[in-house]
């Protein structure tokens, strides 16, 4: 029995992980799940919220808007909305992106780019409280 699990992570933008790790815990829309060696196939939903890779060195934390994951006999994908480790955010440049958001989702003149902004405040104050 395989004692690791091959897992990936990506975004539109990049390839946030790739490589064995112990465990994954994520976000599904039906609930929190664990994914280990040897686990059933599944495929499901992600919702936003903070997918933990276990290695062996201890638990990194990604922050994800959303996506799929997908568990084979091969391992577990994660494809991504939008990714962010938790540890590259900066919380004095996020405060100050979720200003500038919350200004334009405020802003009368405009349904479309009002609609935009509250779907990007909704992601960007779901990261903030990610960091507490």
């Known amino acids: 029995m395989a004692d690791t699990l091959n897992f990936s992570l990506v975004s539109p933008e990049r390839e946030l992980f790739s490589g064995d790790v112990k465990q994954v ?3 599904g829309v039906e ?4 994914v280990m060696p040897q686990h059933a196939p599944f495929m499901t939903v992600l919702k936003p919220g903070i997918v933990r890779i276990h ?3 201890g638990v990194t934390p990604v922050f994800v808007r959303g996506g799929f994951a997908d568990v084979t006999p091969a391992g577990l994908a994660i494809l991504a909305e939008e990714a962010v480790r938790l540890a ?3 919380a004095a440049s996020l405060d100050s992106e979720i200003a500038k958001v919350r200004s334009d989702a405020n802003d009368p ?3 479309a780019r009002r609609k935009r902004a509250t779907e990007r405040l909704a992601y960007l104050e779901a990261l903030r409280a990610a960091l507490n």
Request: glycine share 18%; no cysteine.
């Open 25 to 27: 815990d994520a976000p």
């Open 109 to 111: 003149g405009d349904d």
């Open 31 to 34: 609930g929190e799940f664990g």
């Open 88 to 90: 590259d955010v900066d």
């Open 55 to 57: 290695e062996t060195s």
